[in-house]
């Protein structure tokens, strides 16, 4: 079975740029998060979709994060303009509504 | 509101030692709490989950934790240490209880094995 795949893997901007990332769950898995993971950090949920309904989405900067869950499957995350404090890993997880969350590789974002 | 606190950011264990990383957690409803590792440049991997059943939970890679209520601990153990333990990890809580609710994670401990 494939994982949780997100893309880029890196990205690296200048403040007040845009930036978008990119998740594809495991295939069937209704529930699909975005975390945040500061360096030193334990990760932080930013967006909880079911299906392509947003749950939670109370810790996320809506003056510049964005995201969708078009029918259902693959998902995107947006931020603009950057700021230097979202420099993170943005980690996206999927769930089958089981005991488990299946998290991917993460992407890590770097702004200058 | 659900937390959970990490005791210890870093720990250092010499090969073949037991392995303890402390996680106490505090929830409003009967929790859900979860073991992650994660490996350099990697997502997260589930090591072993409580959800209401046996208190001692074994997971993988010879892992294993304990649900104590009344000290609302869940510490992770593993009787000897290799050296692929070397990692992060975080414990977490679901909130509203529940495996599909957002998970409330700790700071992560770094784990260091010595040869």
């Known amino acids: 079975e494939a994982g949780v795949a997100q893309s880029p893997r890196y990205k690296i901007i200048e403040k007040r740029q845009s930036v978008a990332f990119w998740c594809n769950p495991i295939?069937?898995?209704?529930?699909l998060y975005w975390y945040q993971q500061i360096l030193g950090q334990g990760p932080k949920l930013l967006i909880q979709?079911?299906?392509?309904?947003?749950?939670?989405d109370s810790q996320l900067p809506k003056d510049r994060f964005s995201a969708e869950r078009l029918k259902g499957v693959d998902s995107t995350l947006k931020i603009q303009p950057a700021k230097l404090e979202d420099s993170a890993v943005y980690l996206c997880?999927?769930?089958?509504?089981?005991?488990?969350?299946?998290f991917g590789p993460g992407t890590r974002l770097t702004v200058l | 509101a659900q937390s959970v606190t990490q005791l210890g950011s870093h720990v250092s264990v010499s090969e073949g030692a037991l392995v303890l990383l402390r996680c106490n957690y505090s929830?409003?409803?009967?929790?859900?709490l979860f073991w992650y590792v994660q490996y350099p440049n990697q997502g997260l991997q589930l090591l072993l989950k409580?959800?209401?059943?046996?208190?001692l939970v074994k997971g993988i890679n010879g892992f294993e934790a304990e649900f104590k209520k009344s000290e609302t601990s869940f510490h992770l153990t593993k009787p000897s240490a290799h050296m692929s333990d070397a990692a992060e990890y975080f414990c977490?809580?679901?909130?509203?209880?529940?495996?599909?609710?957002?998970?409330?994670f700790g700071t992560g401990t770094l784990l260091a094995v010595q040869p």
């Open positions: 409580y959800t209401s059943a046996a208190t």
């Open positions: 929830s409003s409803v009967p929790p859900y």
């Open positions: 979709f079911q299906n392509n309904g947003v749950v939670d």
């Open positions: 977490a809580v679901s909130e509203y209880g529940g495996a599909t609710n957002k998970l409330i």
């Open positions: 295939s069937g898995h209704a529930t």
């Open positions: 997880a999927s769930s089958p509504d089981s005991n488990e969350q299946f």
